[in-house]
């Protein structure tokens, strides 16, 4: 497709179970970033990879979460031992560097933890 | 650190009004400031940048001027649609990739 995909677009997780949230980003984009939507939170920055350098993961809240890009394409975000505080809609978004241009949106994830 | 302060929502219009959301900022250096929006349903879209003192972003009837003195990106409509009606969030990036947003907020225009 034209935009950033993400998928599941919902999902709903026992707490303790382990989450994996998907996202394939405009092709040709070299920068891949995930943010957190929660109430009351705001958007919160999470990690960002660029290309082959080592990404930047100062925003990934506890080391429960992770992330990974294959290939320089898709990426990965896993949540182990979701917490109900987890529950947020997780966006991704891409640009084609990280030289300024247009950071492009996902429709996202909502995760909610029962 | 940096961080973007937005007014508190939600703001409610009747069709054609004036529109105005304020957004202050506190950064070091030079940052780049941006609105996005985010429709019912939809993902953040971008609405307007401006990289530098004294510019004016706009798009569909938005403007936003960055003003360096005040430290302060309000968005502004002449004439809001009941189509307008969604969430706007300032944000600015200070390191050309990195966005820290304001909280949001939610605009709804009445017919």
């Known amino acids: 497709g034209a935009g950033v995909s993400q998928s599941p677009s919902n999902k709903v997780t026992e707490k303790g179970k382990d989450v994996e949230l998907r996202c394939d980003p405009i092709?040709?984009?070299?920068?891949l970033y995930w943010y957190r939507q929660s109430l009351g939170q705001g958007l919160e920055f999470l990690i960002y990879f660029q290309g082959n350098s080592a990404p930047d993961k100062s925003g990934l809240p506890s080391d429960r979460f992770s992330a990974e890009r294959t290939g320089g394409s898709v990426s990965t975000l896993t949540i182990q031992r979701t917490q109900q505080e987890d529950s947020a809609v997780y966006l991704c978004?891409?640009?084609?560097?990280?030289?300024?241009?247009?950071?492009?949106f996902g429709e996202g994830s909502w995760l909610t933890v029962v | 650190g940096n961080s973007v302060t937005q007014m508190e929502g939600p703001v409610t219009l009747s069709e054609e009004a004036f529109l105005t959301i304020n957004c202050t900022y506190t950064?070091?250096?030079?940052?780049?400031l941006f609105w996005y929006v985010q429709y019912p349903g939809e993902g953040l879209q971008l609405l307007l940048k401006?990289?530098?003192?004294?510019d004016k972003g706009s798009n569909k009837g938005f403007e936003a001027t960055y003003r360096k003195e005040t430290t302060s990106f309000h968005l502004e409509k002449g004439s809001v649609q009941v189509s307008d009606s969604a969430v706007y969030f300032c944000a600015l990036s200070d390191s050309s990739y990195k966005l820290i947003f304001g909280s949001g907020t939610r605009l709804l225009v009445r017919p």
């Open positions: 401006a990289t530098k003192a004294d």
């Open positions: 978004a891409s640009s084609r560097d990280n030289s300024g241009n247009t950071i492009y």
């Open positions: 950064a070091t250096g030079y940052p780049s």
């Open positions: 092709s040709g984009h070299t920068a």
